[in-house]
């Protein structure tokens, strides 16, 4: 249940204004490829044995880190609603 909070949040904050429809129905598509290959993959780890398990877990890791790094360029910090103040300007 959470997963599917932050997830659909995260895919309507990223969207831009003019292609949040386009955006969110890649997002829908990528969760069913998730389903579909997930178990392809595991079995695929599971057949290769420790040899499969290090690939597959270089592979998420790997893709985790470019994700990480594409949706921290496109996200914004969000507006405040008070100016910012540090401790040195008191």
């Known amino acids: ?3 599917a909070t932050v997830s ?6 990223l969207a831009p204004d003019d292609a949040q429809g386009s955006y969110l129905g890649v997002h829908g598509l990528a969760q ?4 579909s290959l ?5 079995t695929a780890a599971l057949t290769l ?6 690939a597959l ?5 790997l893709t985790c ?3 990480h790094r594409l949706v921290r360029a496109r996200l914004r910090p969000p507006p405040l609603s008070v100016p910012a103040v540090t401790v040195s300007e008191h």
């Open 1 to 3: 249940m959470l997963h």
């Open 8 to 13: 659909w949040e995260l895919s309507v904050a």
């Open 65 to 67: 880190g470019l994700q």
């Open 32 to 35: 069913a490829a998730q389903r």
């Open 57 to 61: 877990g270089t592979t998420i890791a």
């Open 38 to 42: 997930g178990p392809l993959a595991v």
């Open 49 to 54: 044995g420790p040899l499969g398990w290090t």
